[in-house]
């Protein structure tokens, strides 16, 4: 059972407290039993001795089966001593002790990844980061507290590697990715046809949101490299449209740009002393000086140079209106 909590990426449980739980939340290691079953016969029958080449998962388990559960008085002597003592052994013993409840939270995933070692893997690194935090302390079972952050490395591992275009980025999108196909299937049994707004409603987020979410999910990467077909030499990025302009806007462009030049310099030849400081130092330069230094230099305010300013754009634009393709521009 996914969360609230996982799903929006909160923060992890104050340190060595157990988060918000429901009863389907609360996980006794007990029930995982360690010589031949996983907890609800999902796995069928764990091999048991020596390896057998049954699949790697298989001896896997078969391999931390011979780790012994913990009795939780034992569990409490041994976190004490790794929070009190730094004992790496007791840590250790207490992660060894609990990998199985590693494999029986990363198989609620499996409908989520196809590799389920590698969600086992991830949520043992969320095991040892709980073994890391657990204050024994709290009056709470480590199992109960590991849970929270196994299924939270798990979470992030899973949108982190289901394409290699981020998803998931938002708690609506996380809510969407671990839900949808769920609700989904509850409405087809109940005779309702999953549309996106009745999607949206179940699971209180935006149509366009849900519309998203499937187009995301309906197909997988492919190469913008990889040939279209195996005897074409074309690829798909050959087709990709581009955001440049094309040969005729970059001509026309240019063609523009150079009558606007013959134009200022047209202007500038109808100018006087003082406009043409004013036209050349402020309006033609990518780094105009300011007012105060041009009055400066004609002793007069920065007011008065502000409205020569104001006058001689006024008469430029005049003057470009008279042009045949750049009056538009202009206005």
Known sequence: MVTEEELSGTKPPEEGAAPEETSEDVVDLHEVVGDGYFAEGDLGP??????????????????????????????????????????????Y?????????????????????????????????????????FDPYRGVKLSSYAAWWIRAYIIR?????????????????????????????????????PEPK???????????????????????????????????????MDFVATNQPDASDRLAEAEFQGLLRRKFQEFRKTLSDRDLIIFDQRLLTDEPVTLREIGEGFGVSRERVRQLETDLKARLRAFLKTVDGIGDASS
Not at 69 to 90: C, F, N, T, W
Not at 213 to 220: I, P, T, V, W
């Open 198 to 236: 009745l999607l949206a409603s179940r699971l209180n987020v935006r149509v366009d949101e849900v519309v998203e979410m499937q187009q995301r999910l309906s197909g997988g990467d492919i190469s913008l490299d990889a040939p279209l077909d195996a005897d074409s030499e074309s690829s798909r």
């Open 157 to 193: 591992y899973v949108l982190n590697n289901w394409s290699l275009v981020k998803i998931g980025t938002t708690q609506n999108q996380r809510r969407l990715f671990y839900n949808m196909k769920k609700v989904q299937a509850e409405l087809e049994a109940a005779g309702y046809r």
């Open 93 to 133: 013993t207490l992660v060894v002790a609990n990998l199985r409840l590693v494999v029986k939270i990363a198989y609620e995933f499996r409908r989520n990844f196809v590799n389920l070692m590698d969600l086992i893997q991830e949520g043992n690194i969320g095991l040892m980061r709980a073994v890391e935090k």
């Open 46 to 91: 764990l091999p048991s001795g020596s390896l057998v080449e049954s699949g790697p998962l298989q001896q896997y388990m078969a391999e931390i089966g011979r780790y012994p559960l913990l009795a939780q008085e034992e569990e409490l002597r041994l976190a004490r001593k790794y929070r009190e003592d730094g004992d790496v052994r007791a840590a």
